[in-house]
Structures are given as C-alpha cells and as structure tokens.
C-alpha cells in the first residue's frame, strides 16, 4: 500500500504547533492552490524523511499557494523511471548518476526519451552509506561478510546500488548472499541475528541505526581507501565520508565510508512559474530546515554543482536573481 501525506499551510501548523498569528495564513483561497506530488523512498527512509521537510517548509513558505502530496516510493530508480509519465508537478529525489545511467539506457532502464527531460530544482543531503553488523559476530570487514546473509537495502535504493558497487570493486559480488528482504523488517532481523547486517544510506545520524544501537551493540563496517578512491573515480555522485566516532553507541571509532550526492528534480513540463516559486521557497526556509535537521546545514551554493543535472528555467531564475553562482554544466 502506497503511503502519503498530504500537506497544507494548515496541516503544517496542526502538525508541528507552528504559533504565531493566523494571518500570517492565507484564510482565503484568493489565489488557485497548486498541488505538487513528492516522490521520496520507502516511508522509513532517510531519503523519505528529508522529503517530508523540504515539503513542509515548502509549504510553510508557500503561505497556502502549495498542497504537496508526499508519497513512499521504492526508491531513487522508480522515481526516475516513472519520472517521464508522471504529472507535470511532481518532484522526486533521486542522485544524478541514476538519472545519467537512465538517459544512457543502462539497466535497469530501458531507453525512453522523456528522461532527457529531467530537470534539477534544489540539492539535498548526501546519503552516507552505513554498513551495519551485530558486535558480537565475526564480522570486521565488508570482505568478511563473504558467506554471509545480508540485506542491502530495497530494491532501487541508493543503498542496494552502492553495496553492490563495493561488493563489485572488493571481488565479493558473488560470495555475499544479498537478501530481498522488507527494509522495515531488516532492522529486526538484525537485532534477532536472523541475518549477519544490512546497509542503509542518509544523513547521519540515521534513526533506524540509533535504535539498532540502542538494542543491540553494533559495528560499522568501512572502506579501506583504495576502493574508495575506485568507487569515487568511477562514479562522479559518489564521494568520500567519514562517519565520525561517537555517532552512534559503542562506535568508537571515525568510520570511512562513501556518500551519495542527491537532489530534489521534476521535468521540463514543470511551469516556469511553479518552478521559480518552489526554488524560492525553498531557500528561503533553509534556516528552518537546519533547525530541524542539521545535515541541512551543508546544503548551500556550493552544493549547487552536486546537482549534475540540468536546472529547470523557473529555478535557474531564482538563482540568478540571488546571485548564487550556477556553474555551467548545469544551466
């Protein structure tokens, strides 16, 4: 069952105690509301969560002008393949190497033309993969995983995709048995020892991880930095990360590992208008947001690059009227 959260200026203010005068609100319909749809990953992913707060300091910032619709998805591949045939104000998250692996026709995409119409709109945080495994196993590195079960994450998800890359990159693609199975079951699996770990990939720290610690002591498994260098020249979304000691119980040590670069997208049958207006409010509630969630705070111009795609015209407008420098790859 697909989920969704349908989101108002009023839904906003119920849902998060907004106070303030209700006049800062729209009380009446003078202008048309625009209602978008938002296309993250599975409804208990870190992907899914930052969706959810863009999308309500979109509307936040809307002052009643939007009513996003964020729906669960099975992650960055679907939302592009299904990028071309959804509505014109739809916004998905996805990393550009999916989107270029898309326009290439590589699987597990099948040619289509309408993926040349994908547009960038805004970046959002990088995912930071996280090898996760119980303490108390035998299991100190990805190479040790060898004959072992483990859960890579869902179908299409940035996770499935980069462990299969490490997996490739460390000659282990083979000898790791990688399970199909429910991401929100995988946790539980893990803290029973039904299966020797699983990955997942957000900002850090990632809750599903913080309770798997609570639970249970975990290790975090990293890369040495050969294969981080591969991984990296070989993929221009991916890039090193260290995920600091301290992050989660009982990991006391700095973990290297990989992060995906990711971002908000639509495509050009997205007005120019709806464009612009979403860019903008965007930006504008980029405080907010960091209040919220710090990984934010590392959403800045400087980020814009990370898009690698394309900007929409409406959200190339605003930029240039902020004066934010827009390198030219993406213009």
């Known amino acids: 069952m697909t989920r969704r959260r349908v989101l ?11 106070t303030g005068p209700l006049s800062a609100f729209r009380s009446e319909a003078a202008d048309a509301t625009t209602s978008i749809t938002v296309r ?6 870190a992907n899914y969560l930052l969706a959810r707060q863009f999308a309500e300091a979109l509307v936040l910032a809307g002052n009643g ?41 590589a699987k597990p995409f099948a040619p289509n ?11 959002i945080p990088f995912q930071t993969l996280h090898w996760v495994v119980r303490q108390d196993s035998n299991i100190t590195s990805i190479e040790a995983l060898a004959g072992h079960g483990f859960v890579p994450g869902s179908k299409g998800s940035v996770s499935e995709r980069v462990t299969g890359s490490a997996l490739q990159f460390l000659g282990l693609e ?12 995988a946790p539980g699996a893990v803290m029973s020892n039904k299966v020797s770990g699983l990955a997942v990939a957000g900002s850090y720290p990632i809750p599903v991880v913080t309770d798997i610690a609570k639970a249970t002591p975990i290790r975090l498994l990293g890369l040495d930095k050969a294969t981080i260098d591969k991984m990296v020249a070989a993929d221009d979304s991916i890039a090193p990360q260290i995920i600091p ?10 973990i290297a590992t990989v992060a995906v670069s990711a971002g908000a997208y639509t495509t050009r049958r997205m007005s120019n208008e709806t464009a612009y207006a979403i860019t903008k409010a965007f930006w504008t509630q980029i405080g907010a947001l960091v209040n919220r ?10 980020a814009l690059p ?6 929409h015209p409406g959200a190339l407008r605003y930029y240039e009227e902020a004066n934010m420098a827009v390198p030219e790859t993406i213009r």
């Open 245 to 254: 000691k301290g992050t989660y119980a009982g990991v006391d040590q700095d």
């Open 174 to 185: 083979r000898k790791v048995q990688l399970m199909d199975l429910d991401v929100a079951a």
């Open 306 to 311: 990370t898009l690698g795609i394309k900007l």
């Open 113 to 123: 033309p309408g993926y040349a119409d994908i547009r960038s709109l805004f970046p």
């Open 65 to 105: 002008k939007f009513a996003l619709d964020v729906k669960e998805s099975q992650g960055s591949v679907r939302n592009v393949i299904d990028a071309p045939k959804d509505s014109a104000n739809t916004i998905f998250t996805a990393s550009r190497s999916v989107i270029q692996l898309a326009r290439h026709g």
């Open 8 to 18: 108002t200026a009023a839904g906003w203010i119920a849902l998060f105690f907004v």
């Open 40 to 45: 993250a990953g599975k409804s208990d992913s």
């Open 293 to 302: 969630n710090a990984a934010w705070s590392a959403i800045t111009a400087s």
